[in-house]
């Protein structure tokens, strides 16, 4: 089993910088796979960006490639996002995820990773 745990969000201004963080405990390994997902209301769980952790491989969704930075500290066993220029389309609670599964990049979809976080509130005002 892992444990992820978000922490980060808050209330910031468009054009504000966040630094999310996901702290992951238990059975983690080099070869697993994490990523930012996030939910606004009415609207289904998306992809922001992952990374692997054994090659330190990224991805990111459109809406976010340019502005925002995903990362990790082996040593922590944390992953970070750091989000610049923030918009209030932004606004949406930020889950962390991670899966076992021997993908070759990050995936996109929801179904391929099997842990997730409590997520963490992040909101743009304009």
């Known amino acids: 089993q892992v444990q992820l745990v978000e922490s980060g969000g808050g209330l910031v201004q468009a054009g504000d910088s966040l630094r999310l963080s996901c702290a992951a405990t238990?059975?983690?390994?080099?070869?697993?796979?994490m990523g930012w997902f996030r939910q606004a209301p009415g609207k289904e769980r998306e992809f922001v960006a992952g990374i692997s952790w054994r090659t330190g491989g990224t991805r990111y969704a459109d809406s976010v490639k340019g502005r925002s930075t995903i990362s990790k500290d082996s040593a922590k066993n944390t992953m970070y996002l750091q989000m610049n220029s923030l918009k209030p389309e932004d606004t949406a609670n930020y889950y962390c995820?991670?899966?076992?599964?021997?993908?070759?990049?990050?995936?996109?979809?929801?179904?391929?990773?099997?842990?997730w976080g409590q997520g963490t509130q992040v909101t743009v005002s304009s």
């Open positions: 995820a991670a899966t076992s599964w021997g993908f070759a990049g990050p995936p996109r979809t929801t179904g391929a990773y099997d842990y």
């Open positions: 238990g059975r983690t390994d080099s070869n697993y796979i």
